[in-house]
């Protein structure tokens, strides 16, 4: 390591002692900035920028439904030119098309898979922005904040789909996190939700620590922040000593896991989502975990496939851990909002077997990969369109998070009880809906290696699931049952306090905005679940030339 410093450090000219670094190294050369392959990150930022300025200044001029539809249309105008570049990018033939592509110096990467979880993080915005419609006006929190907050946080996200360097992930990480952060906290006048904002705040700000300590390992390891520049080097060099790197290694892993949920950097979970305002607790499942995994593969997929034999053991330990840990602690929730948190950490175990996966050859890592994409475009409908549903049962006051507070809905509101139940049997991976193939795809992927630790795994996936069957059917049960029938009153509660978990009082509505997220949500689940054919073969194709 110190002659690869050495071939790097600056040197004084002899006979010039007074010559500075500039003299050696000549005039600075920027990198070119090919913008067009930066415009789904640029929408989200100048929108998000725009909105802030012009509701400042016309603050008196915008009505209601402004907001959430300018964010709705930035989310799809970002969407659409990703779909542009897709048919540039992947679209790759013998007639001049370009295929994968880095732009700004190689630290971005623009191919099938960052425009894949580009277009899943702009979904998640969309469907975050209808839900937010109908809800801060009845909590007395509408203005643009919350929208730019998620346009800015959305924009995070894809630049870390996209980097290609590891300071580039950092940057992404850092706008993500700092705009969910705020989001979280955003019902100032709930103290639950100040609560959930500061833990998040300060786990998120050692996670990132972690990640910033890893980034300085690897770079001291092998003199670079390149992903490509990183596994080239490794391909072509022997460490004599390889502590360094794989502290790095394991530091990167810590910072990231804290953003998916995985166990053991799970705690804040639970916590976070409950606190949170629920169209935000929906958008934040959805965008920290689409982005989150994205910069896990790219890392260490692009940067450490050399290196697979040190982290693979590691991650299959994560993964088994993840969904145990997720499923059981799922059962024994009487609070909503914790049991689904507890299921988005199961739910992330099930991606890290396509991690674990990916680290074959071939068409086994093809399919992890592809089978990891697919469930985390799956998983954005699915988590969307379940937290689209609590915060409608929640009411005035986003306080009924109660299991009893779903008691009977299938009485009152027969059409939105079935559509949480569609999305409840998804996530439980029941067949002929679409989480039953993502299931299906990652664990049939992971025993496709044909070692013994990876049957174990696939195993352990399966019993999972099995578990996690018992807490989704909890919620359907009690949507099917009349209150009476278990002399259930108004004085009745479940979870942190009364008045949070009351059973309702007053009749159900539901917003026509929200509505529509829940009914795509639902006929997603259902459509790719029974024809689940075209969206395979999307992932597929967008992971083909990782």
């Not at 730019?148 to 992930?169: F, H, K, P, Q, Y």
């Not at 990480?173 to 609560?195: D, N, W």
């Not at 700000?205 to 922040?225: I, N, P, R």
Request: net charge neutral; hydrophobic share 55%.
């Amino acid at each position: 390591m110190s002659g690869l410093f050495a071939q790097v450090a600056p040197t004084t000219p002899a006979g010039n002692p007074g010559a500075g670094v500039s003299g050696n190294l000549g005039p600075l050369k920027l990198p070119n900035v090919e913008y067009h392959y930066l415009l789904p990150f640029l929408i989200l930022v100048g929108s998000a920028v725009l909105l802030l300025m012009l509701s400042s200044l016309f603050r008196n001029q915008w009505r209601r439904g402004l907001y959430a539809g300018w964010t709705v249309v930035t989310g799809l105008a970002a969407m659409g030119w990703t779909w542009h570049l897709w048919g540039q990018v992947v679209g790759h033939d013998h007639a001049g098309k370009p295929g994968p592509v880095s732009a700004v110096a190689g630290s971005i990467a623009v191919d099938g898979f960052s425009l894949l979880i580009t277009i899943t993080i702009c979904t998640s915005l969309v469907l975050a922005a209808l839900v937010a419609e109908s809800y801060l006006p009845g909590e007395h929190l509408d203005g643009p904040e919350f929208y730019v907050l998620a346009m800015l946080s959305a924009s995070g996200g894809v630049l870390m789909g996209e980097a290609n360097d590891l300071i580039v992930v950092f940057l992404g990480l850092e706008i993500l996190s700092l705009a969910l952060y705020v989001m979280t906290a955003f019902h100032r006048r709930r103290a639950q939700s100040g609560e959930a904002g500061m833990k998040y705040f300060i786990l998120g700000a050692f996670s990132s620590a972690f990640f910033l300590y890893g980034v300085a390992l690897v770079y001291g390891a092998t003199g670079s922040t390149s992903l490509p520049a990183i596994a080239d080097f490794l391909s072509k060099n022997v460490l004599s000593s390889d502590g360094v790197l794989l502290a790095g290694m394991a530091f990167l892993l810590i910072g990231l896991g804290f953003k998916v949920a995985a166990v053991p950097f799970q705690w804040w979970t639970p916590d976070v989502y409950q606190g949170a305002p629920t169209p935000a607790t929906g958008f934040m499942a959805g965008v920290a975990k689409a982005a989150a995994f994205a910069a896990l593969f790219r890392i260490f997929l692009s940067a450490f496939p050399t290196q697979s034999e040190n982290w693979r053991p590691l991650v299959w330990v994560i993964a088994a851990l993840t969904l145990v840990v997720g499923a059981v602690l799922a059962v024994v929730q009487t609070d909503v909002k914790r049991m689904l948190a507890y299921s988005s950490i199961n739910h992330a175990g099930y991606v890290l077997l396509g991690l674990q996966a990916a680290t074959a050859t071939g068409a086994i890592a093809s399919n992890g990969l592809a089978g990891a994409s697919f469930y985390l475009l799956a998983y954005t409908f699915m988590v969307a369109g379940s937290f689209a549903v609590v915060t409608v049962v929640a009411g005035r006051g986003d306080g009924r998070h109660g299991i009893e507070a779903y008691r009977g809905l299938a009485t009152e509101r027969p059409a939105l009880a079935l559509g949480f139940t569609i999305l409840l049997v998804s996530q439980a991976g029941i067949p002929f809906t679409v989480g039953f193939v993502a299931k299906f795809n990652v664990i049939s992927a992971v025993l496709s290696h044909g070692r013994a630790p990876d049957y174990i795994l696939g195993v352990i996936a399966m019993l999972a699931a099995a578990i996690s069957a018992s807490f989704y059917l909890r919620i359907i049960l009690a949507m099917y049952t009349r209150p009476d029938e278990h002399g259930a009153d108004a004085s009745e509660h479940a979870g942190e306090g009364a008045a949070a978990t009351l059973v309702r009082t007053r009749p159900i509505t539901v917003p026509v905005t929200t509505g529509l997220v829940i009914v795509g949500c639902v006929v997603f689940t259902l459509v790719f679940g029974i024809y689940p054919g075209p969206m395979i073969h999307f992932a597929e194709k967008a992971t083909l030339l990782f």
